[in-house]
């Protein structure tokens, strides 16, 4: 399914941590050339060894980087939500990728071309490249943290683990996710990813159906999830807490808008 497009709003670029980072003097040249899209699962990003060339920004549409295995098996290797973008490879230099991204969960993502996001890193705009580079920081320490999980963690844990890190991303209780998916993205069976969403329906903390999970108990599902979660939270929370801000920020200049308009009237 292609994906819809509009262009985006400011208020759509602050719901992300590092277009919410941009001067404002660049913030009308992103909306004006960008553009808003809705992704649907599995709406391309970017292929292995092909020339990168459009940035995703998401906004409640999670990302996912996966690795190709010589049997066929995909295997995620990262994932990217609303604190980050997709443009990792072209952070470090590079204008291609050994692995592959895709949308991992529908939603919303402001889209750039790359020439477009290379003009914002030579723009001298100091908040934005610092906003990347925490980023950046946080997304490798967690590759490695990630490395050890998968070796380290039962599936169960690591499930948890997964939901609570894509629950952060998106604005909903509810994730549209088949057990398909979720296999690919845990490096595990089938079967063993059912058993442990079994197991997570029947202690009450999601409910399962027909490629839908809902996040029932946030916290029995933090104490069901392994460390790894507080790690990522560390290295991710400052920069979902900077879009949770914007979105605050956002409803209040609503607010007040509607509250002039209803005194001028």
């Not at 009308?28 to 020339?51: F, K, M, S």
């Not at 580079?133 to 490798?140: M, P």
């Not at 490629?211 to 979902?240: M, N, S």
Request: hydrophobic letters at 40%.
């Amino acid at each position: 399914m292609a994906a819809k497009q509009a262009h985006p709003t400011e208020a759509d670029l602050k719901q992300n941590a590092v277009l919410a980072g941009l001067d404002r003097s660049w913030t009308a040249d992103v909306i004006e050339q960008g553009r808003l899209v809705t992704l649907a699962t599995p709406n391309p990003i970017y292929a292995a060894a092909c020339r990168i060339r459009e940035v995703y920004f998401p906004i409640d549409a999670v990302l996912s980087v996966v690795t190709q295995m010589s049997d066929g098996a995909s295997i995620e290797v990262g994932t990217v939500g609303r604190e980050g973008v997709s443009a990792i490879p072209l952070l470090l230099g590079a204008t291609t990728s050994a692995n592959e991204s895709y949308c991992q969960v529908p939603g919303r993502a402001v889209v750039i071309s790359s020439d477009h996001f290379h003009r914002l890193l030579r723009t001298g705009n100091v908040e934005f490249r610092i906003v990347l580079n925490r980023f950046l920081q946080a997304y490798v320490n967690m590759l490695g943290q990630l490395a050890a999980c998968n070796g380290r963690h039962s599936v169960y844990e690591r499930c948890a683990r997964w939901l609570l890190l894509t629950h952060d991303r998106v604005n909903s209780d509810t994730i549209l996710l088949t057990h398909e998916y979720l296999s690919m993205m845990l490096g595990a069976r089938r079967s063993g990813v059912t058993a442990a969403a079994a197991a997570l329906q029947f202690a009450g903390y999601i409910s399962y159906s027909h490629g839908q999970i809902e996040i029932l108990d946030r916290r029995g599902l933090e104490a069901a999830a392994c460390e790894c979660y507080t790690v990522a939270r560390e290295q991710f929370g400052p920069l979902l807490g900077m879009t949770e801000l914007s979105e605050q920020e956002t409803s209040r200049e609503s607010s007040s808008s509607s509250e002039a308009g209803g005194r001028a009237s």
